[in-house]
């Protein structure tokens, strides 16, 4: 059933979507000539309110969970699963009093309108694959830029997108990185929950009528644990909300 209404409720959700993307670019660049950044962060705010709630145009639900008080005047490094692209525009709304950054492919900065304009102004890292020196130059420039404006960012451990919902192992380097450079930086595990069933069937038709969940979970003092410690608590924080087996230190991995 999920799949014969995607295929009636795919096209307007479609529409809707690159419609509001294709508004957005204009009064975005507008937004940063001429009235400067905070302008165009309130800009993509709007923008990813709307991009977020169009999921109710695939009768999709929207949950924000967040039980923490979560400093503003203090770097974040908020560490989440990916599931799919549907990630991203709820959690720069949701986390948006923090001004969550993300690290990008260097290619989408190019050809997609909204998208790629606010990677090139909104102050996050937008990396080469190809390049590692490239890729820990621009996410080392980025925590700078967290050190000097209290900014967050958003680092999906993973490193793509787990596809049928299944966490992948955490990798480390993205967040030891950042904690070089902003050591006092606040590691919160952020669990996403559904969003892969959006795309399960593919682009088209996408999947409807799921219940989809954004969770803020306890926030990590950083002290003098070594990045790979902090990254495995992550993850496993991540795993008992989806009800995924334990990780375990490499170490002790069979």
């Known amino acids: 059933m999920s799949k014969l209404f995607g295929y009636i409720l795919s096209p307007v959700f479609y529409i809707f979507f690159g419609l509001i993307l294709c508004i957005f670019h204009p009064i975005q660049w507008l937004c940063f000539k001429l009235f400067g950044y905070k302008a165009h962060k309130v800009s993509v705010d709007i923008l990813n309110f709307f991009l ?7 009768f999709n639900s929207i949950s924000f969970k967040n039980e923490y008080d979560l400093p503003t005047d203090r770097p974040i490094i908020f560490a989440a699963n990916h599931q ?8 720069i709304w949701f986390l948006r009093k923090h001004s969550a ?4 492919k260097i290619e989408l900065t190019k050809g997609i309108p909204s998208i790629s304009i606010n990677l090139r102004l909104g102050g996050g890292a937008n990396i080469n694959r190809k390049d590692n020196k490239q890729a820990i130059s621009e996410i080392i ?7 000097e404006n209290n900014w967050s960012t958003v680092i999906f451990p993973e490193g793509t997108r787990a596809k049928d919902g299944q966490l992948k192992t955490f990798q480390y380097g993205g967040i030891a990185t950042i904690l070089k450079v902003v050591p006092n930086a606040l590691i919160v595990p952020v669990a996403i929950e559904n969003s892969w069933k959006i795309v399960r069937f593919g682009k088209f038709p996408l999947s409807t009528g799921n219940a989809l969940k954004w969770t803020v979970l306890k926030p990590i003092e950083p ?13 496993n924080e991540i795993r008992k909300v989806l009800g995924q087996p334990m990780a375990q230190p490499a170490s002790q991995s069979v």
Do not use: H
Request: net charge positive.
């Open 223 to 235: 002290g003098v644990k070594p990045p790979n410690d902090i990254t495995l608590e992550v993850e």
């Open 101 to 104: 950054k993300f690290i990008s």
């Open 84 to 91: 799919s692209m549907y990630d991203i525009p709820s959690l």
């Open 141 to 147: 420039k980025l925590g700078r830029r967290m050190k």
């Open 52 to 58: 977020t709630y169009c999921q109710i145009l695939l």
